[in-house]
């Protein structure tokens, strides 16, 4: 269950949820701030839960448009894919997180649209990486 790799990159975190993290070719840059929900300070910042819903609402509008020609399905320009993760203390002691994901296709028909968007799911690394490890729910707008 090996995974061929075509595309490797890095990012470097200093100082945790309050510090700043950096990829190694500066493109991204952000200051982390720890939200008040969680005991910080909030405030303007990011944090590890708004990175992994950029990042997964982004591959998973993608693996929407590498899978629709074998669909049959187009993917509208204004499609549109709004990832919320939620963190929280988990049962079995540690902490975990949740992930809703919310799928707009703006003139696609519902069962085509499902169809769609659970192909995706089947294809999508961030999906892959999450399966059977954290609750993600799909909904079709």
Excluded: W
């Excluded at 499902?114 to 999906?127: D, G, Q, T």
């Amino acid at each position: 269950m090996g995974v061929n790799v075509i595309y490797k990159t890095k990012a470097t975190a200093t100082g945790g949820r309050d510090g700043a993290a950096r990829s190694e070719d500066g493109s991204v840059d952000v200051k982390l701030v720890v939200p008040k929900e969680m005991g910080g300070p909030g405030g303007d910042g990011a944090n590890p839960e708004k990175l992994f819903a950029a990042g997964y609402s982004a591959c998973f509008l993608g693996a929407m448009k590498a899978v629709s020609g074998k669909e049959g399905v187009k993917v509208p320009q204004d499609a549109t894919v709004t990832a919320e993760v939620g963190f929280g203390p988990r049962e079995e002691g540690g902490y975990g997180i949740t992930v809703d994901l919310l799928v707009n296709l703006p003139g696609v028909d519902r069962a085509e649209g499902e169809k769609l968007m659970h192909a995706a799911h089947e294809v999508c690394p961030y999906s892959n990486a999450t399966r059977n490890n954290v609750d993600v729910g799909l909904t079709l707008a």
